[in-house]
């Protein structure tokens, strides 16, 4: 396992904060998109992008770039932020988020804004879509991998075990997918819409290899990553125990955050909480 520094992981947390920023102005400022489940994904989106992933933000189609694919396309904005901040284009063009003609609009779309690798919108597409890329860089021999961050309401979505089944079929260990496992979907809360426990089991009887962690630590994150590059045979994924709207406290594990962006003075206060200036 490669050593992790504290210096890393203070640079990561340092990431996280702006990348959370982004998401808080974004959605307020257009009043539009989903903040909680963009801040729940934080952490692992920002561990991913400024310390795992090989891409190249000047040549967005590099051909041997790892893949990322974010199933819960509901949490574009911190994809979008993420993007910015690794330089795929720039940062002042996150405030035309879900504007007309915007290249960032409120479900990522393949083709339009440079970096996303995937359409989402309708849930539990981006596993089967992953479990393509996978296969895909086996045929062609090539050494970069698949990532991919799905919502743990998606876990409703047959398709989604669909595609567990044909991951571990085909034994794509260049494959790790992560649940966002923060407890709310859109409705209400998971273990009242559809109870997913004892999730771990489930995954294990699909014959993935299933970790489970503190969706905020960083180490805990880079190390379970660490762990999925050294399994071999089957694919990883990594059930990541998040909260909702974390970073926030008012709108921490809030159903209403979903789907909902900040009053004025709620905007003052997320951006004071998160070390901005009013």
Known sequence: MVEITEETIAHLKK????????????????Q?????????ACDLVTALYFHVLRVDP????????????LSKGHACPVWYAALAERGFFPVEELLTFR?????????????????????????GQGLSFSVGLAL??????????????????????GQTWEAAMAGAKYGLDNLTAFVDRNGIQQEGRTEDIMPLEPLMDKWRAFNWNVLTIDGHDFRQILAAIDE????????????????????????ENKIKYHGAATTPDEYTAALAELGVPP
Not at 32 to 40: K, R
Not at 58 to 69: G, I, Q, T, Y
Not at 228 to 248: C, E, W
């Open 136 to 157: 895909a860089a086996r045929l062609d021999h090539k050494p970069w991998r698949v990532y991919c961050i799905m919502g743990d309401g998606e876990q409703d979505v």
């Open 15 to 30: 990431e996280a904060t702006i990348l959370r920023r982004h998401i808080i102005e974004m959605t307020h400022v257009v």
């Open 228 to 251: 999925a590059h050294s399994t071999k045979g089957r694919p990883t994924v990594v059930i990541a125990r998040t909260v909702k709207g974390k970073g926030v406290s008012f709108m």
């Open 58 to 69: 000047k040549n967005p189609s590099w051909p041997d770039r790892d893949r990322f694919v």
């Open 99 to 123: 504007m007309i003609d915007s290249r960032l609009q409120g479900h990522p779309e393949l083709g339009t804004t440079p970096g996303v690798e995937n359409a989402a919108g309708a849930e």
């Open 32 to 40: 539009s998109g989903h903040p909680g489940g963009s801040l729940s």
